[in-house]
């Protein structure tokens, strides 16, 4: 199995940019297709972004798909998430998550393993 730790989260001003990284131990990082989720106060933890093995495959939630972007690193066992202009609205607990599969799955209950997550604040 692989062990996930997020870092990078903080509180930032609206229109500002900040990246997540995602780091992976254990089990070979390179076997798992990679997300990002997030989750605001009072309500459901939502898909951000995924990203298959190799880094060639990435989906993304419409909310996001313009001002974030998802990449890993696999030499360092790294996931990240570079995050732009960034709104009071993406304030939430973001978490990485894992699972060994070949597609790029959506649906939180697809994915097998997670970090306990970093918190984003956009405030002014």
């Known amino acids: 199995q692989v062990q996930l730790v997020e870092s990078g989260g903080g509180l930032v001003q609206p229109g500002d940019s900040l990246r997540l990284s995602c780091q992976g131990s254990?089990?070979?990082?390179?076997?798992?297709?990679m997300a990002w989720f997030r989750q605001a106060p009072g309500k459901e933890r939502e898909f951000v972004g995924s990203?298959?093995?190799?880094?060639?495959?990435?989906y993304y939630a419409n909310s996001v798909s313009s001002r974030f972007t998802i990449s890993r690193d696999n030499a360092k066992n790294t996931l990240y998430l570079e995050m732009k202009s960034l709104t009071p609205e993406d304030t939430a607990v973001y978490h990485c998550?894992?699972?060994?599969?070949?597609?790029?799955?959506?649906?939180?209950?697809?994915?097998?393993?997670w970090g306990p997550g970093t918190q984003v604040t956009v405030s002014s």
């Open positions: 990203i298959n093995w190799s880094g060639s495959r990435k």
């Open positions: 254990g089990r070979t990082f390179s076997d798992y297709s």
């Open positions: 998550a894992a699972v060994i599969v070949a597609g790029l799955p959506m649906g939180d209950d697809e994915y097998q393993f």
